[in-house]
């Protein structure tokens, strides 16, 4: 992601990221967070653009997402999801997360349809783990702890999507050498989209992917699970379309 970084030091642009309500008639801007940049205008000689990422609260409060100064602050309450406006396709995704509860739960989901559930109140896609290093010491079940896989960035199926896990765990795809850091600690994936392929670097590390997604276009939708997280430097390149066909692509919503 090196070139990434660099790409988006010389041509930076600002993202807006717009909280609104599900029901809101207007969408004014209310926070400017992140950068972003469409992968031909890395290419020297041209002008960066200025593009507008905006989000929507599906099925939070309105005061589940907060900006302070450079984070992203998600109160984890209550369990839900906002999405982007807009659907994505092919593209890489730098993100940063910390932790601030003991066994606190979120994730990015991929390809999302972003309609929650009634019962999990989460929608499918692709999503990519992010777990508190606690976690499996405080859901122990009948004196047995979780696999330790869950915690270090597991990739999955959510909701009825269908993936071939590169390190199978059952459905899941787990990551091959164990880089997450605990609560209070920063994170970073970079996270690579393509074709309905994904492979997850946690850490500076390639560790994890999974292929052969069902859903290969959809919403990214950012995931409010219980406990605070903070979110910072959210990067994105979107890369040219591939070939799809339309029961790989999530119904649109207005």
């Not at 890489?92 to 990015?108: A, F, Q, Y």
């Not at 309905?196 to 699970?225: D, P, R």
Request: hydrophobic share 35%; proline share 6%; glycine share 10%.
């Amino acid at each position: 992601m090196r070139i990434i970084n660099k790409a988006l030091r010389i041509y930076p642009v600002i993202i807006l990221l717009i909280f609104t309500g599900v029901n809101s008639n207007s969408q004014k801007p209310a926070i400017k967070f992140g950068k972003e940049l469409v992968l031909k205008d890395i290419t020297p000689g041209t002008a960066g653009k200025v593009l507008d990422l905006k989000w929507i609260n599906v099925n939070t409060a309105d005061d589940t997402w907060s900006k302070k100064k450079n984070l992203l602050i998600c109160s984890g309450i209550p369990i839900g999801v906002m999405r982007s406006e807009r659907q994505f396709e092919n593209f890489l995704m730098h993100i940063e997360w910390k932790h601030i509860d003991p066994g606190g739960n979120s994730g990015v989901f991929v390809w999302s349809n972003a309609i929650p559930d009634k019962r999990s109140r989460l929608p499918n896609g692709v999503e990519v783990q992010m777990l508190e290093l606690d976690w499996i010491n405080i859901n122990i079940r009948r004196g047995v702890k979780p696999p330790v896989a869950y915690v270090h960035g597991e990739l999955f199926g959510a909701g009825g999507t269908k993936t071939d896990p590169d390190n199978p765990r059952g459905d899941r795809s787990k990551s091959i050498e164990n880089r997450c850091k605990g609560r209070g600690e920063w994170n970073t994936y970079d996270i690579v989209c393509v074709d309905g392929t994904i492979k997850l670097a946690v850490n500076g590390k390639f560790v994890n992917g999974i292929s052969n997604s069902s859903q290969k276009k959809g919403y990214l939708c950012l995931e409010s699970e219980g406990g605070q997280i903070h979110f910072r430097n959210i990067r994105i390149i979107e890369l040219p379309p591939g070939v799809i066909s339309s029961d790989q692509i999530v119904p649109e919503l207005h």
